[in-house]
């Protein structure tokens, strides 16, 4: 057990519709990331917290957002659904962010849009 | 930009040998990270190795070991004693103030561990 929590394990949706997904963090861990993983992109970062603030960003889509809370929770949104956006969305945590750091990830999130 | 690439899609391995898994990678830092991730029928990803690229001497973690070649940009896995439960998806992940300080992954090699 990683101790990063991802909910829901599985997410069965709609087109156009709108979902949040949520993270709770390593114990003591400040940083937080957002990865998606799927068959014909692979293993993806999305966008990264640091304790609330927003750090670094990669390919993620203006339909998706994300904050990181007080209590270091973080939720994913993903709004306007398109079928391209089933895939397994993972969180990740590390304490500070540093790049010797190690990432602890979660069990994800498996997202199928119909 | 860094780029990572694993060369073998899938690798098999009899029970108790050793598999060695490939990947290279593209990058202009001379400061970095390398790891190698594990991912079981679970979905988990499992940190398994990590290397410093400032660090000549090769990571070792248990029955998992790594051949660091930082001038031909190489980082292969070598799993000695193969088990049941090495069977996984394996990624190569690269990780650098170039990128962000994110991880830059591989598109995997598939490990199946015969009996």
């Known amino acids: 057990d990683s101790g990063v929590t991802q909910t829901p394990k599985h997410l069965i949706t709609a087109t156009g519709q709108r979902v949040t997904l949520r993270c709770s963090p390593r114990?003591?861990?400040?940083?937080v990331y957002w990865y998606q993983q799927s068959l014909d992109q692979g293993l993806q970062f999305l966008i990264q917290y640091y304790n609330g603030e927003e750090r670094a960003k990669g390919n993620i889509l203006e339909r998706f957002s994300a904050q990181q809370f007080p209590d270091l929770h973080s939720e994913l949104n993903l709004s306007s659904l398109e079928l391209g956006d089933s895939a397994l969305y993972f969180c990740?945590?590390?304490?500070?962010?540093?790049?010797?750091?190690?990432?602890?990830f979660g069990s994800g999130t498996q997202l199928s849009v119909l | 930009a860094q780029t990572v690439t694993q060369s073998q899609p899938e690798m098999s391995v009899q029970e108790a040998e050793t598999v060695t898994l490939s990947c290279t990678y593209d990058t202009s830092e001379s400061d970095y990270y390398l790891f190698w991730y594990k991912q079981p029928p679970s979905r988990q990803m499992i940190l398994v190795i990590r290397?410093?690229?400032?660090?000549?001497q090769n990571a070792t973690e248990n029955r998992f070991s790594v051949n660091f070649q930082k001038a031909a940009k190489s980082f292969s896995l070598k799993i000695s004693d193969s088990q049941l439960g090495d069977a996984a998806m394996y990624f190569c992940?690269?990780?650098?103030?170039?990128?962000?300080?994110?991880?830059?992954f591989g598109k995997g090699t598939k490990l199946s561990v015969k009996p």
């Open positions: 992940a690269y990780r650098s103030a170039g990128s962000q300080g994110n991880l830059i």
């Open positions: 114990s003591g861990d400040l940083s």
């Open positions: 290397q410093e690229a400032y660090k000549q």
């Open positions: 990740a945590s590390s304490e500070y962010g540093g790049l010797a750091e190690k990432l602890f």
